[in-house]
């Protein structure tokens, strides 16, 4: 593939900004996703997580701590979209396909039920519909159904402050660095979602950190457990990698399994040659001297 080719591809990547700043917590982004998807009610159940996200919720709003004491931040929680989907990578029948403008498409009848998706996804989104008889998986759709007039998705046309827009994924990043660089007093230097991970399509910029939210680990998180090229590399890059060595190791490993068992087998039976050799020369000593 062409530079070129490459740069006219991400250019037509949709993807949302969240400003955590600008979040007030009305929660209108939820109630348009409803709408818009017609999802039924959602009732309080021990099988479902605490961040408001369920088979019947696509996204959902989080009270954190503000910086500063005593003040609170809200953050928007959904499908994050990513560059190279973990869901995608693990899917068994691919019901879960990156699309090239940007959304990670779900294919219901192709799904099996099998919740690979769920184990897989470092932000644990994808739910399952566990109080439906016939279930699926669901999540963000960020596609054509979710669109409203304009072009943009229900849930960024209904935010009354633009805390959430809905665009180009390299124009939102150029924003999201705009108003970082205008206001340094007030954000954080960092884009959320900008390079973990391999990048996604939905990205986040605030006044604190949103990494334990979002589920997006720092880049000494990283390091600590020893995969710091998740910084800037997807888990299925990171896997292929992986894969691609393992037929090596398997061959070094079972070479090297073999030749300390041929080595440990040669010296017992040089040792037990030895044992019948002294043995011999032991009778044969005593039949001499009689």
């Known amino acids: 593939m062409s530079g070129a080719h490459t740069k006219k591809t991400e250019a037509k990547v949709k993807a949302i900004l969240t400003d955590a700043t600008k979040c007030i917590g009305c929660e ?21 997580a605490d961040d408001g996200l369920s088979g019947a919720r696509y996204t959902s709003i989080r009270e954190i701590p503000g910086r500063e004491s005593g003040t609170s931040r809200f953050v928007r929680r959904q499908c994050m979209h990513c560059e190279d989907p973990t869901c995608a990578a693990a899917c068994l029948v691919g019901a879960l396909v990156k699309r090239p403008d940007g959304p990670v498409h779900y294919d219901a009848d192709m799904c099996i039920g099998c919740r690979y998706c769920m184990l897989a996804c470092p932000f644990m989104i994808p739910r399952y519909e566990y109080d439906r008889p016939l279930p699926y998986v669901q999540k963000c759709k960020m596609d054509e159904t979710c669109r409203v007039d304009g072009g943009a998705p229900a849930c960024t046309s209904a935010c009354p402050t633009g805390a959430t827009v809905f665009g180009l994924r390299e124009d939102l990043i150029k924003e999201a660095k705009r108003r970082i660089a205008e206001r340094p007093d007030l954000y954080k230097d960092h884009i959320w979602g900008e390079h973990e991970f391999g990048g996604t399509s939905v990205i986040y910029i605030s006044d604190n950190d949103l990494g334990e939210v979002l589920r997006i680990p720092s ?7 020893a995969v710091p090229t998740l910084t800037h590399d997807s888990v299925p890059h990171l896997m292929h990698n992986w894969v691609m060595v393992t037929p090596f190791q398997f061959f070094t490993v079972g070479a090297g399994l073999a030749g300390a068992a041929f080595l440990r087998r040669r010296s017992r039976v040089m040792e037990e040659e030895a044992a019948e050799k002294a043995a011999r020369d032991s009778v044969n000593k005593k039949e001499g001297e009689a």
Do not use: G, H, S, T
């Open 28 to 48: 209108r982004c939820v109630q348009a996703c409803v709408r818009q998807n017609k999802l039924p009610e959602d009732y309080p159940a021990r099988f479902k």
């Open 219 to 225: 880049a000494e998180e990283f390091a600590k457990r």
